[in-house]
């Protein structure tokens, strides 16, 4: 039986796979034109001055700091530091903390958990303190230059440095 919507001369509707190559094709088009968006940016970019210069500033950054990690590694030791590099400032180096300063460093670590506020201390401010006996470089000025644009390095330097004071344990591959 014929439908009584239906009147005569009417379009019958697409078929599903109709339907799939029409968005098919549209999804293809969109992405040709984001795609050719992207290389038309990428494309102003390398074009840019500024950025260029940018580029050869951060590579000479890049190239004196792996020179200085390396006279420092000469001075200090193989594998006695550790190196954290910052996105636009360079690099921080640190060492192991002295024991005593180590041990400081987790007891007030641990009383930084405790309730009562006259005991407390900030756990930053444990690194902080554990950091004056550990930075080898930069120089404490320039590092608190860089805590200004990126706090989160100084947990991240404490860290390496705790670390640093702990010995290596290595699994028995036999077991």
């Known amino acids: 039986m014929e439908s009584p919507y239906r009147t005569a001369g009417a379009v ?3 078929s599903d796979s109709d339907v799939v190559a029409k968005l098919a094709a549209e999804l293809a ?4 034109a984001r795609e050719e968006a992207a290389e038309k940016r990428a494309a102003a970019r390398a074009a840019d001055p500024a950025r260029i210069a940018a580029a050869i500033a951060r590579e000479k950054r890049a ?11 000469d001075e200090h030791g193989e594998g006695t530091l550790r190196r954290l590099n910052t996105p636009l400032d360079g690099m921080v180096v640190v060492k192991a903390a002295p024991a005593l300063v180590h ?13 009562n506020p006259k005991v407390r ?4 401010d444990a690194a902080e303190k554990m950091l004056k006996h550990c930075l080898v470089y930069p120089d404490r000025a320039t590092f608190d230059k860089i805590v ?4 989160a390095i100084v947990m991240m330097a404490a860290n390496q440095a705790y670390e640093l004071g ?5 699994e028995d591959a036999g077991k």
């Open 148 to 151: 200004e644009r990126c706090p």
């Open 103 to 115: 041990r400081r460093f987790e007891d007030e670590s641990l009383r930084s958990d405790h309730a």
């Open 166 to 170: 702990r010995p290596s344990v290595e």
């Open 12 to 14: 019958e509707p697409p």
């Open 121 to 124: 201390t900030s756990l930053h």
């Open 63 to 73: 190239a004196e700091d792996d020179a200085k990690f390396a006279d420092l590694v």
């Open 29 to 32: 088009a969109v992405k040709k």
